[in-house]
């Protein structure tokens, strides 16, 4: 009994409309992830390479004791952080470019919307109580 209910609970979580949601949310922000990881390392990384001058902040380091063959080298990698820092800013940057754009395409199809001309409305139907007075009138008239 206990498995049964175990399984009609499951069914219930996983048919809710915001775990679907959160699922498709997670997926499609996977594959939004890929193309701006895609933009700023082959896209934008090179061009700041050749504004750079060829300098690979990754390689940047202050070693601490060298690395023998029985030791390894001891460094601070201070480099590795300034690059880090760099791709943060330009994912960053490339975030807020993509939502501003999104949301710019998004009102425009508002204002578009909006610019429709309206449909004419049709009155609202007359009231009954209207229709007897209007039909006493016109008899009354006769």
């Known amino acids: 009994m206990a498995k049964k209910g175990f399984v009609q609970e499951f069914k219930t979580f996983i048919s809710r409309g915001n775990v679907v949601d959160m699922a498709v949310g997670v997926i499609i922000g996977s594959a939004f992830t890929k193309i701006v990881n895609s933009l700023v390392n082959d896209v934008i990384m090179p061009m700041l390479g050749v504004v750079t001058g060829?300098?690979?902040?990754?390689?940047?380091?202050?070693?601490?004791?060298?690395?023998?063959?029985?030791?390894a080298e001891v460094a601070v990698k201070y480099g590795q952080?300034?690059?880090?820092?760099?791709?943060?800013?330009?994912?960053?940057?490339?975030?807020?470019v993509m939502v501003k754009m999104i949301n710019k395409m998004r009102d425009a199809a508002k204002k578009k919307e909006e610019e429709?001309?309206?449909?004419?409305?049709?009155?609202?139907?007359?009231?009954?109580?209207?229709?007897?007075?209007?039909?006493?009138?016109?008899?009354?008239?006769?």
């Open 54 to 71: 060829g300098v690979n902040f990754a390689d940047l380091k202050y070693i601490i004791t060298p690395g023998t063959e029985e030791v």
């Open 116 to 142: 429709k001309p309206a449909e004419p409305v049709a009155p609202p139907p007359t009231p009954e109580d209207i229709l007897l007075l209007r039909e006493i009138r016109d008899s009354l008239k006769k």
């Open 81 to 96: 952080f300034i690059q880090n820092i760099i791709d943060f800013l330009l994912i960053a940057i490339v975030v807020f």
